[in-house]
C-alpha cells in the first residue's frame, strides 16, 4: 500500500533529516513510528501524502508515485486520510460542515449524502451531539475524535495519524486511542507516529524505531518490544517505558 | 455666537448636498473599496505564492503606491492617462477618460495597495497548520484558499478592513482636484456661491464626523457576530 524507498530529504545542504529511509505498510497493516523527538518521523510520515518534499528517493501510495510531478497530488491525499498532532480542524466551520467541505468540494457529493455520511461518522466517535457546535467550543480529545471522522468521510484507503495524542490532556488520551484501535480492528491500513507504547502494543502489526533520520529499527511488534537489536532502540524504549 | 449664521443656506442646499455630493461620495468609496479588495486580495496571493518574480512585481507596486501621496495620483493619473492611452492605442489625439472613471481607478489602484498589506498580513495569521489540513483532505490550491484560509482571514482582518474603508470615505474628498462634485465639493460650492463657507464646512464637517462615527460603531458590533469563536 506505501512504498517507501532510499528517501533523503534536506531542509539545508547541511541539514540532513531524513537519510536512505526505506520501508513498507502493506494492506491492513498497522505501523506504528516512534523514537524521540527531532528524529524526523513527522516529516516521514508528511512526505508519504507530499505535505513535505523530498529530494531523492522514492514513495509511492497504492501504486501512484507521490514525487511524480505528474501525478494529481489532490486526488491522491483525497484518498490519503491524515489526522494531524493539532487536530487542524477549520475553526469558522461547524463540526458537520468540516465534514462536510472535502466531500463536497473534492468527491463532488451531494449535500445531503455528505451530511448522512458526516453524521454517521460522528455517531461513530461519539460525537452526534456536537454537530452543529463549532470546534473552539469542543475539547480536544473531541476535536481530535472530529479530525479522526473528518479523515473518514473521504472513504480513504489509508490513515496517517502524526502524534495524534501528544497534544491533549492526560484524561483525554484514551478517548482516541480507542477509535483509533476500533478503526485498526476493521482492518484500516494505518501509519501511526505516537510515543503511546500501550496502542503499539495492542494493535500495532510492526513498529519502526527512527533515530537522527534513520529508520534504525524495523521489526515486528513482539520483536521490538521483546529484544530490540540496537542500543539506541534500547536506550529510548527504557526510557519512555519506564514511567 | 450663532446669531449672524445663516443655517436656512444648509436646508435649502440639502438635496443638492445628498443627491449630488453624497451619492457620488458614497458611490466611489463602496466601488473603490471592493475593487481595492479583489485587487488588493490578488496582490496578497502574488506576495504570498512562491514565485519570486510575482512576489517582486507585487512589492514593488505596494511600495510604490504607499510611496505617494494620493492627491498627487489622482492628479497625474487624471492628465497623464490619456496620453498614455494614445501611446497604446496609437490613437492620434489623448482618449478622454471621465473624471469619474479616472479617479475611480484611481483609488482602486491606491487602496489595493494598502489592502493587500492588510489582506497579507491576515492570511499569514492563519497558522500553516490549516492549509496543510486542506490539502491533506485533497482540496487544491484555491480551493484551499477560498474555503478555508480566506473566510478565516477575511474575518481577522474585517475590522482593519473597515477601518481603511473609513478612512477612503473620507479621502475620496481629494477628488476636489479634479473639480468633481462629491459631498465635500458639493458643499464647496454652495458655500462659495452664497458665501456662506464657515456654515456649510461646519455642517461637512459634522456630516463627515457622523457617517464615520456610526460606521466605526457598526465595525465593533459586526465583529462580535462574526468573530470565529476561539
Known amino acids: ?25 502493506t494492506k491492513g497493516e498497522v505501523v506504528v513510528v516512534c523514537g524521540p ?8 510520515i508528511k512526505c508519504v501524502n507530499a505535505l513535505e518534499p523530498f529530494q531523492s528517493g522514492d514513495i509511492s501510495v497504492d501504486g501512484t508515485k507521490v514525487n511524480d510531478p ?105 478517548e482516541v486511542l480507542d477509535v483509533m484501535v476500533d478503526l485498526a480492528r476493521e482492518g484500516m491500513t494505518m501509519m501511526v507516529v505516537t510515543h503511546e507504547m500501550g496502542f503499539a502494543r495492542k494493535v500495532a502489526n510492526r513498529v519502526i524505531f527512527m533515530d537522527r533520520g534513520e529508520i534504525v529499527e524495523d521489526a515486528p511488534k513482539d520483536d521490538f518490544f521483546g ?17 | 455666537m450663532f446669531s449672524n449664521f445663516d443655517f436656512g443656506v444648509i436646508i435649502r442646499a440639502l438635496p443638492y448636498l445628498f443627491y449630488e455630493g453624497m451619492t457620488f461620495t458614497l458611490m466611489l468609496t463602496g466601488l473603490a473599496a471592493f475593487g481595492g479588495l479583489v485587487f488588493g486580495t490578488a496582490i496578497a496571493l502574488m506576495r504570498l505564492s512562491g514565485y519570486k518574480v510575482l512576489g517582486r512585481i507585487a512589492g514593488v507596486y505596494v511600495d510604490f503606491m504607499r510611496s505617494l501621496p494620493l492627491v498627487l495620483v489622482i492628479f497625474w493619473f487624471y492628465f497623464l492617462v490619456p496620453y498614455i492611452g494614445q501611446w497604446l492605442t496609437g ?13 475611480l481607478i484611481t483609488f482602486i489602484m491606491f487602496e489595493a495597495a494598502y489592502f493587500s498589506e492588510i489582506m497579507r498580513a491576515g492570511i499569514q495569521s492563519i497558522s500553516r497548520g490549516q492549509p496543510a489540513a486542506a490539502s491533506a483532505l485533497g482540496l487544491t490550491y484555491a480551493q484551499t484558499m477560498r474555503y478555508v484560509v480566506l473566510p478565516q482571514a477575511f474575518r481577522n482582518m474585517l475590522p482593519v478592513l473597515i477601518t481603511q474603508t473609513i478612512v477612503l470615505f473620507q479621502d475620496t474628498s481629494l477628488v476636489y ?51 470565529i469563536i476561539r
Open chain 1, 37 to 44: 523527538s527531532g528524529s524526523g518521523k513527522s516529516t516521514l
Open chain 2, 177 to 227: 482636484v479634479l473639480s468633481i462634485t462629491d459631498f465635500l465639493g458639493a458643499a464647496s460650492k454652495v458655500a462659495q456661491r452664497d458665501g456662506r463657507l464657515v456654515e456649510m464646512y461646519l455642517f461637512a464637517a459634522i456630516v463627515y464626523f457622523t457617517i464615520s462615527c456610526i460606521a466605526s460603531f457598526g465595525v465593533r458590533r459586526l465583529q462580535a457576530r462574526i468573530a
Open chain 2, 91 to 103: 490613437a492620434s489625439r489623448p482618449i478622454s477618460v471621465g473624471a469619474f472613471a479616472s479617479s
Open chain 1, 1 to 25: 500500500m506505501i512504498e517507501i524507498s532510499h528517501v533523503n530529504k534536506w531542509y539545508s545542504p547541511t541539514f540532513q533529516v531524513l537519510t536512505d529511509c526505506t520501508t513498507s505498510v
Open chain 1, 70 to 174: 505528474k501525478t494529481n497530488l489532490p486526488k491522491l491525499r483525497s484518498r490519503v486520510g491524515m489526522v494531524f498532532q493539532h487536530f487542524e480542524l477549520f475553526p469558522h466551520l461547524k463540526i458537520i460542515d468540516n465534514l462536510c467541505l472535502a466531500q463536497e468540494k473534492v468527491l463532488g457529493r451531494a449535500h445531503d449524502n455528505s451530511v448522512t455520511k458526516g453524521m454517521q461518522l460522528l455517531e461513530r466517535v461519539g460525537l452526534k451531539e456536537q454537530a452543529q457546535k463549532f470546534p473552539a467550543q469542543l475539547s480536544g480529545g473531541q476535536q481530535q475524535r472530529v479530525a479522526i471522522a473528518r479523515a473518514l468521510a473521504m472513504d480513504p484507503i489509508v490513515m496517517l495519524f502524526d502524534e495524534p495524542t501528544s497534544a491533549l490532556d492526560p484524561e483525554m488520551v484514551s
Open chain 1, 227 to 243: 529484544k530490540p537489536r540496537s542500543d539506541r532502540a534500547q536506550k529510548f524504549l527504557s526510557k519512555i517505558l519506564s514511567h
